[in-house]
Nanobody
Framework: QVQLVESGGGLVQAGGSLRLSCAAS????????MGWFRQAPGKERESVAA????????YYADSVKGRFTISRDNAKNTVYLQMNSLKPEDTAVYYC????????????????WGQGTQVTVSS
């Protein structure tokens, strides 16, 4: 069982930055791939980024490439999402998730989810 708690969301102006954190409980964090998803009102939850258990492999959605960076610190049981050059269309609830698969991208491939943190980007 893995419990995930996100933090770091908030209100920021377009062009600004935020860093989301996701703290995981349990001693097996380093054996899970981790991902960030987001869901805007009226839209489906979409994959934003993912990182392998070692941190050596990452994936980014085209919409965030070059602006977002996913990283992890297995010693701290934490995964991060650094978000730069934020746009109003990045506004959503952001969720972190854990998966036993190598580098999952789809919603159904994740086993555990956090409660989400709101990110609002004003124009």
């Amino acid at each position: 069982q893995v419990q995930l708690v996100e933090s770091g969301g908030g209100l920021v102006q377009a062009g600004g930055s935020l860093r989301l954190s996701c703290a995981a409980s349990g001693r097996t964090f380093s054996s899970y791939a981790m991902g960030w998803f987001r869901q805007a009102p009226g839209k489906e939850r979409e994959s934003v980024a993912a990182i392998s258990w070692s941190g050596g492999t990452t994936y980014y959605a085209d919409s965030v490439k070059g602006r977002f960076t996913i990283s992890r610190d297995n010693a701290k049981n934490t995964v991060y999402l650094q978000m730069n050059s934020l746009k109003p269309e990045d506004t959503a609830v952001y969720y972190c998730a854990a998966s036993r698969r190598a580098l999952p991208r789809r919603f159904l491939e994740y086993d555990y989810w956090g409660q989400g943190t709101q990110v609002t980007v004003s124009s």
